[in-house]
Nanobody, 123 residues
């Protein structure tokens, strides 16, 4: 599995961004996938997860109602639509492929990680 996350950037508070994560080796289609983020000086935290079928999905309370995770297995790509962004969402966002087909918020349930993409939300 080789994961590549992209789509980060600088946005004003209240704005939107869509992150994408591609699996160039096409081996994660039977696995759940997830997004995590790490802000400066903080530990990596769970954001959202999606099962290999595209549902069910799990969200961190801090992003519920604002972020939407989705995937297109035909394109080997996962997405994170982020709306109503807040300065507290500023972080490096990482995509990951889980060890199983079931979505999970537990970081130990993830085996493969892509490089991060930086999201900066200005106030």
């Amino acid at each position: 599995v080789q994961l590549q996350a992209y789509g980060g950037g600088l946005v004003q508070a209240g704005g939107s961004l869509r992150l994408s994560c591609t699996d160039s080796r096409r081996t994660s289609s039977n696995n759940a996938m997830g997004w995590f983020r790490q802000a400066p000086g903080k530990e990596r935290e769970f954001v959202a997860s999606i099962s290999w079928r595209g549902g069910p999905t799990i969200y961190a309370d801090s992003v519920k109602g604002r972020f939407t995770i989705s995937r297109d297995n035909a394109k080997n790509t996962m997405y994170l639509q982020m709306n109503s962004l807040e300065p507290e969402d500023t972080a490096v966002y990482y995509c990951s492929a889980a060890r199983s087909a079931v979505s999970t918020r537990d970081v130990r349930g993830y085996r493969y990680w892509g490089q991060g993409t930086l999201v900066t939300v200005s106030s």
